[in-house]
Structures are given as structure tokens and as C-alpha cells.
């Protein structure tokens, strides 16, 4: 099903039109039809990173778990899905084009233009290529039609790394908010909708807080949706956050598990002060948000409950509402 056109992406196509494309109707059709094309139809994942990047020219695995001084840019290029005689392939990087270092969040932003966005920030223990496959993932799990774009912090992608990919997760809120800032000054473009896992919604929380104090109203009006999955965030820390940011914290969506094993572990390295992620929904919903309590679609003893949103069909459609709901 095709979503609605948005608002902003109708503007861009009438400024096109205005500067001498009246005539031109294959022009409209391909602005209108890139707006609404998904990842099956445009294979590219738009990329922002706060990670180095390997090599030049770029090479695999494109970029590693070293602090990058700059936000940087790149365009990956995707292989779908193939089915043979050996079985069924997943999504893949074929390329990455060369990044883009000076002006990267504007690079980001005009290769989104005219249309809505689907960013996502991954958590722990990801290394770049396991943060663009989720990415894939969810993006084709809720049918996603726009950009889809990913933002990925220098994680050592390590067991043992939780305490120094939380520090990268949080050296990074400048560069994120240097790129939400940027996308939402675009005149041509649609809504940013935001969905972050487990560590990055802790990012995502704190930067949400800067963008509300440096942006004000303007910026925080092109945010749509921002679905928070399994936050890694002390449930104190968590409702600070929510009131810094007033009546934007109606635009939070929290997907829950009181049985998420990994939040189990993160809270006993806390000194077992609770994460939001596995809160009581009551609690939660006191905050002012809402509430996703996915218990219930959590597997078997060995099934950590920590990623439904990326392998459960019914808490992706979470996420699809979310969206939905902020058109």
C-alpha cells in the first residue's frame, strides 16, 4: 500500500515547477514516485556515521569502531534477497560511494530531500554492517516508503564494551545533533521518524533534549514518530529526559519487555536500578508516553527478548502505527 504524499514533498515538487519545470511532466512523476519508492524498489541506505572509515578508497567492512573527528556521509548500495538452489540470501552491502566528511549532514539531508525518513540508531554491540542489515530489516519489516537512513556511533562490537560504547554513544550527540539539525532546516523535506534500540535510545533521549533547546519548536516540528525499543536508560535518568523535552515526549513510543534478559543484565551492572525498557507499562505510561509492552511475543529460555522489533511481524506493526499516527 502507498503512504499519502508528504505535505513538504508536494512543496518541493511545486517549487520544481515554478523554477521552469512546468512542462516537464516525467520530472513530477519521478519526484512523486521517489518519495513513496521503498528499499525493494531503491536499494540505498543512506549512512551517517560517527565511525572511521576503513581505508582509501573505502573498503570493506567500510567503516570500523574507531572515534571519526567528523560526522561522515556515504550512500550504501544494497543487494536483495536472492533465492537458489543452495537457499536464500539475506540483504547485503554491494558498495559504499566514497564518504563525504565537510558538510556531511547537509549531504545527508539532500540526499533525503522531498522525502520522509526513516532514521535508525542502533545499540550495543553492533558493528556497522549488523547496524545497516537491521536497519534493512526494519525498514522493509514495516513496509517503509521514503528514505531509510542510518545512524551508526563507534561501537566496538564486543561482549565486553558495554561501559566504552556507552561513552562513544554519548561523544556522539553532538554529530546526531548536528544532523537532525540539518535535516529539519531543509525546506523540502518530510517528517524524521526515529527508531532506536536498547543503548541508542539513550542517545537518542539526550540529543532529543539539546535539539529541543537549541531548535526550539521549528526543528522539533519536523520530528515524527520516535519509537524507543528495549531503552537502555535508568528509569530516573529516563523521566529527567521526558520532562526536559515537555510535549514532545507525546511523540515517544516505548516498546517494553519486563522479560528482556539483556535489560536484566544492564540493570545489575547499574546497581539494579530498573531500565525503562523493562519497566511496568503503568510506570511508564505516568511519564507520558506510549507504551508497547511486548512480553507477551517474547521466545523460549534462550530467546533474550531484546530485539522483538527487528523479529516479531506483530511489535513491527508497533512501529508501522507509530508512523502512521504522526503522518
Not at 524498489?41 to 543512506?46: F, Q, R, V, W, Y
Not at 560526522?71 to 537457499?87: C, D, K, Y
Not at 565486553?160 to 546526531?176: G, Q
Request: aromatic fraction near 6%; charge should be neutral; proline fraction near 5%.
Amino acid at each position: 500500500m502507498l503512504f499519502p504524499l508528504p505535505r513538504l514533498a508536494l512543496m518541493a515538487i511545486a517549487a520544481l515547477t515554478l523554477s521552469g519545470c512546468l512542462g516537464d511532466e516525467s520530472a513530477l512523476t519521478d519526484a512523486s514516485l521517489a518519495s513513496r519508492a521503498s528499499l525493494s524498489n531503491d536499494p540505498k541506505l543512506l549512512v551517517a556515521t560517527t565511525r572511521m572509515p576503513v581505508g582509501e578508497p573505502l573498503r570493506k567492512p567500510w567503516f570500523n569502531s574507531q572515534r571519526s573527528p567528523d560526522l561522515v556521509f556515504a550512500e550504501a548500495r544494497l543487494t536483495p534477497p536472492a533465492n537458489s538452489l543452495i537457499g536464500s540470501s539475506d540483504w547485503a552491502i554491494a558498495s559504499v560511494e566514497p564518504p563525504v566528511r565537510k558538510g556531511a549532514a547537509q549531504a545527508f539531508a539532500q540526499a533525503a530531500f522531498g522525502r520522509d525518513l526513516l532514521l535508525y540508531i542502533h545499540g550495543y554491540r553492533e558493528s556497522f554492517e549488523t547496524a545497516a542489515t537491521s536497519t534493512v530489516h526494519l525498514s522493509e519489516g514495516i513496509k517503509f516508503r521514503g528514505a531509510t537512513g542510518l545512524f551508526t556511533w563507534p561501537s566496538a562490537g564486543s561482549t565486553f564494551s558495554y561501559v566504552s560504547d556507552r561513552e562513544s554513544a554519548m561523544w556522539s550527540r553532538d554529530a546526531l545533533e548536528d544532523l537532525l539539525t540539518a535535516i529539519a532546516k531543509t525546506p523540502s523535506g518530510g517528517r524524521i521518524h526515529i527508531v532506536a534500540h536498547s543503548m541508542g535510545t539513550l542517545l537518542t533521549l539526550e540529543t532529543l533534549r539539546m535539539l529541543r533547546g537549541s531548535g526550539g519548536d521549528d526543528a522539533m516540528s519536523r520530528i515524527g514518530a520516535v519509537v524507543l525499543a528495549a531503552p537502555d536508560i535508568d528509569i530516573d535518568l529516563f523521566a529527567r529526559g521526558l520532562e526536559r523535552l515537555g510535549t514532545d515526549a507525546k511523540k515517544i513510543t516505548v516498546i517494553s519487555s519486563t522479560n528482556d534478559r539483556a535489560l536484566a543484565v544492564s540493570s545489575r551492572l547499574a546497581g539494579g536500578i530498573v531500565r525503562a525498557g523493562a519497566a511496568d507499562r503503568e510506570r511508564l505510561e505516568s511519564l507520558g508516553v506510549r507504551v508497547a509492552d511486548a512480553t507477551e511475543f517474547g521466545g523460549s529460555f534462550i530467546n533474550i527478548n531484546h530485539d522483538l522489533f527487528l523479529s516479531n511481524p506483530e511489535v513491527q506493526q508497533v512501529v508501522k502505527r507509530a508512523i502512521d499516527r504522526a503522518d
